[in-house]
C-alpha cells in the first residue's frame, strides 16, 4: 500500500516534537546565557571587603541570607554585583543602617530539594535533550521513549472493523480461499473437534495497490476479531534487537486478545532470503526475521492467532518463511481483469454521485492495467474535479480528466498500457495460442491473458494432462512454434515486431540449442553431446574454445541451430497466415474479456473451425 504509508508512518506529532526539541534548545540556551552572565559580573569578594565598603559606604544594596550576602556595590567608580559568605556578625545590621544603605532585605536559604533540582536540573535537560535528538534519527514517528521496543501495531477497534468481504471487488477466488479462515476463526471449536489444523501464516501476494489489505481488513471484519496491522518496515530499525522485541509484543498482544489477526505489510522488509544481496547480512533485520520464525513456531494452533503477511515480492523471501507450519498457504492477489475492474469501481462508485448515464463497463476497459488501489483514486479524484466545476453529480467528463491524471501521475507503480499496445499483446497471445491450439502433441491451453502481471504483458497458460519424463522431437519443435507464434502474429497483423518476444525467443534459443548440443536431435551434428556443463556452454562458437573442438563444428552448430528456429518460425507464419480468422477473433475476445479460459478457447477456435 505505497500511497497510504506515507501519511501512516509520520503523523502529527512528529511536527509536534520537532516545535518542542527547538523550544527546549532555545530555553537551553537562554539559561546557559544567563549563568556565564551571572558568573561573569557577579564579584565575589571576602567579608573583611564588604565590611570595609560598608564603612565607605560603597554598598548599595544588600540581600541576606542565612549562607550568603549579595547585593550591589561601587567598585572603581562602577556599579557591580557582589556575593560574600557571612561570617557570624552581631553588627551586621547595624553597621548597613549606620552606612545608609537604602535597601536592604533578607532572603531564606535555599532548601537542600531546591539546590539540587538546580543543579541536577542540568542533567535532566541534557539527558532530555539527547532523547528529542536520538529520537528524531531513530523512529520517525514513533510514539515516544516509552514505547521503544514495543509493537508499533496499530489495534483497530472491534466496533469499527467494518470492512468485510463485500467491499473487495473482483477477486471473488482470494475471497473463497479466504473464507475457510473466516470460518475458522469464528468456530475454532468446530475444527478442533475434527483435529483439523488451519495454515497459521498467510502470505498475500502481488502488485501493489490490489487490495491485500484491504483483503486482510476484511477478513477481520467477516470474522469479528481483532486486527493487529504493522508493516516490515517497523521492524527493521536502527538498533539490533529492537525489531525482535517488536515482534515479540506484537504477538503478545495479538494471543491476550485472541482470537485475533496479525497483518504485516511488506513482509520482504524483514523476510527477506538470508545472506542476500549486497553487504551480505544485516544483523537486525536477521534477528527479527528469526524472532518472526520463532513466533510462528511457537504457537499451536490452540492460540488462534493467524498471520497474514503481504509482499509483492514473493520471489526474495526466506525459504524458512514459507516452510510447512508457517507461511505455508501462499493467495496471489492478481491485478483485476475488465470485470473486476467494473466490479472495482463499482464498490468505490457508491461512495460518490454519479450522474446516472455513466457505464463503469466504459471505464473499466478504458483502464488497463489498473489496480484497485488506482481506481478507487480515479472514483475519488472525478469527485473533486466536479465539485470544483460546482457540479451536482459526476460527469464522464470528470472521470476521463481523472484517468488521464492518474496515468500522467508520478505515484503509479503499475504498468499502463495504451490501446495500441492491447492490440499488439492480444494478437502476440492469441498467436501462441492458436498455434498450440491447431498443433498436435501440444499441452492443452488452459487460460489467455492480456491484463499484465509482473514483466509479462500477457501470458498464455499450458497445462499439460499428465507428468511426462519423456519428451518426443516433434514435442520440442510443436513448443518451438507455440513460442514462435507470438511474433509471428504481430509480424503479419502489424507487419512490424515488437520487443515483447524477447523471452520467447530467449526461450526458443535454449530449447533449439539443446536440441542441437544434449539431446542429439539434429541429423547433421548427429548422436552426440557436446555441451560438457549448463554453464559452460552458450552458443556454437563456445565450443571452438574448448579443446576436442573444431571450428567447423562450432560452425556446424550455430547453422543447425538457426534452421531450426528458422523453420519453426516459417511454420507459425503460415498457420496463422491460414488461420487468420481464428486469430482475429481469439484476439477481438480477448481484447473484450482480456483472460479466456479453455471453454471459450475451445468455442471460437473449435466452433469457428467446424462451420
Ligand atoms: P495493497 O495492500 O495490495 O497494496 P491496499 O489494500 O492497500 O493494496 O489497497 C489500497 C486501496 O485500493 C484500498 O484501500 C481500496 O480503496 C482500493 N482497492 C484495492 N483493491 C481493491 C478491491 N479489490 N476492491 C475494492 N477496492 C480496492
Ligand atoms: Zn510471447
Redesign the pocket.
Known sequence: ????KISNKMPLNKNTRQILFWIITFLLFITLYHNFKNLETVKQIPYSEFKQKLKSKKIIKVVVSPNLIKGEMQDSGMDVKFRTLPLPDSKLIEDMEASGIKSFSGEPDRSWVISLLLNVGWIFLFIFLWWFLFLRQSQMGGKGAMSFGRSRAKEQDLKKQKITFK?????DETKEELSDIVDYLKNPKKYKQLGGVLPKGML?F????????????AVAGEAQVPFYTSSGSEFVEMFVGVGASRVRDLFEKAKKNAPAIIFV?ELDAVGRRRFAGIGGGHDEREQTLNQLLVELDGFEGNENVILIG?T?RPDVLDPALLRPGRFDRRIN?PA?DIM?RE??LK??AKKIKLSPDIDLGIIARRTPGF???????IINESAIFAARKNKKFVEMEDIEESIERVIAGPQRKTRIISEKERKVIAFHEAGHALIAKLLPHTDPVHKISIVPRGPALGYTLQLPVEDKYLTTKSEIINKLSILLGGRAAEEIVFDEITTGAQDDLSKVTNYAQKMVLEFGMSEKIGLITLRKDESEVFLGRDIAKQPGYSNEMAKNVDDEIKRIVSECYVKAKEMLTDERHLLNSLAEKLLEKEILESDEIDLIVNGNAAA
Open positions: 500500500m505505497p500511497l497510504k467491499d473487495v471487488a473482483g477477486c498475500l502481488g502488485p501493489p495497490g490490489t487490495g491485500k489489505t484491504l483483503l486482510a481488513r505489510d503481504a509483492n492477489v483485476p473486476g466490479e472495482i464498490v468505490h489496480v484497485g488501489a488506482d481506481l478507487a483514486n
